[in-house]
C-alpha cells in the first residue's frame, strides 16, 4: 500500500499519540503501580487527544496497552500484577486518528536490574533501529528482518519467530508481515509511502513461546527474559520516518 501525503499527515498525528502515551506510562511506571493503573495512564492520553484505542476490543483484548514483565514477550493483559524492583516491563500501545493507526512499544527496566537484562534491553532497542535504518527506497522487505537478527543473534540473544511486524495505516495489522529475522527470501522492494510497524521481540534463551490460557499472554518456553521495542515508520524520499518516537 502507497500512503498518500494526506494519510501520512493522519498517521504522523496518531503516532504522536502513541509517542506521548509511551512518555507518560514510562513516567509512571515504578515499583508498587499495578498494569492496571498504567493501562489507566494510556487511557487518559487517549481521551484527552481525541483519538481512539486500536487494542481495546481487538477481538475481545479487554485494555487499551499490553503489558509483559519478565518472561512474558508480548500480549500481557493489564491487571492486579504489581510491578516491583528489578522487573522488565514491556509496554506495547497505540492509538487511532480520523481512521489511522500508530503501534510502538517499548521495554524498561524497573529500578536496578541484572546485567544480563540490562543488555537485553540495550541489545534489543539496538535491532529496532538497525532494522529502520533498511528502510529506503529500493531495499528489500526482508532487509529489515535480516539486520535485525544480526544484532541480536550478534549478541547471543535469540530472535521470536512466531509474532512479527507488519504494514499498519487504517487496520493495525496488514500485510505484508515484517519478519524480524531472514526468512530465506528478499521479499518485495520498498517503496516510498509504504508505512510499517516494526517489532523486534528478542529473548536471552531460545526463541520458542507458550501462549497462556488467557489466550493473549505470550511468554518464553524457557523461562528466559525477554524484550520488545515496536515503532511505526513511512519510507519517504529522505529515508525513514519514524512516526513514534517520543
Given at each position: 500500500m502507497i500512503r498518500t501525503n494526506d494519510e501520512l499527515d493522519k498517521m504522523r498525528k496518531a503516532g504522536r499519540v502513541v509517542a506521548?502515551?509511551?512518555d507518560k506510562t514510562r513516567a509512571f511506571i515504578r515499583p508498587g503501580v499495578t498494569t492496571h493503573q498504567v493501562d489507566a495512564v494510556a487511557r487518559e492520553v487517549i481521551a484527552q487527544r481525541g483519538a481512539r484505542s486500536n487494542f481495546l476490543n481487538y477481538h475481545g483484548f479487554p485494555a487499551v496497552i499490553c503489558t509483559s514483565p519478565n518472561d512474558m514477550i508480548?500480549?500481557?493483559?493489564?491487571?492486579d500484577y504489581v510491578v516491583k524492583e528489578g522487573d522488565l516491563l514491556s509496554v506495547d500501545c497505540g492509538a487511532i486518528i480520523e481512521g489511522y493507526h500508530g503501534d510502538a512499544a517499548y521495554t524498561m527496566a524497573?529500578?536496578?536490574v541484572s546485567e544480563v537484562a540490562e543488555r537485553l534491553i540495550e541489545v534489543t532497542e539496538r535491532a529496532l533501529?538497525?532494522?529502520?535504518?533498511q528502510m529506503r527506497e529500493g531495499n528489500r522487505l526482508h532487509d529489515i528482518g535480516r539486520a535485525v537478527q544480526q544484532v541480536a543473534e550478534g549478541a547471543g540473544f535469540s530472535v521470536v519467530r512466531k509474532y512479527v511486524g507488519h504494514a499498519i495505516g487504517t487496520a493495525m495489522h496488514e500485510e505484508p508481515q515484517v519478519p524480524n529475522y531472514w526468512p530465506g527470501s528478499p521479499g518485495p522492494k520498498l517503496k516510498v509511502g509504504n508505512v510499517f510497524a516494526v517489532e523486534?521481540?528478542?529473548?536471552v534463551g531460545g526463541p520458542?513461546?507458550?501462549?497462556?490460557?488467557d489466550g493473549w499472554s505470550v511468554?518464553?518456553?524457557d523461562g528466559s527474559l525477554s524484550a520488545h521495542f515496536e515503532h511505526t515508520i513511512a519510507i519517504t524520499k529522505d529515508g525513514p520516518e519514524v512516526f513514534t518516537a517520543p
Open positions: 506521548e502515551i509511551i508480548v500480549h500481557g493483559i493489564p491487571g524497573v529500578g536496578q533501529w538497525a532494522g529502520i535504518d523486534p521481540m528478542v529473548n520458542d513461546t507458550i501462549e497462556l490460557d511468554i518464553t518456553a
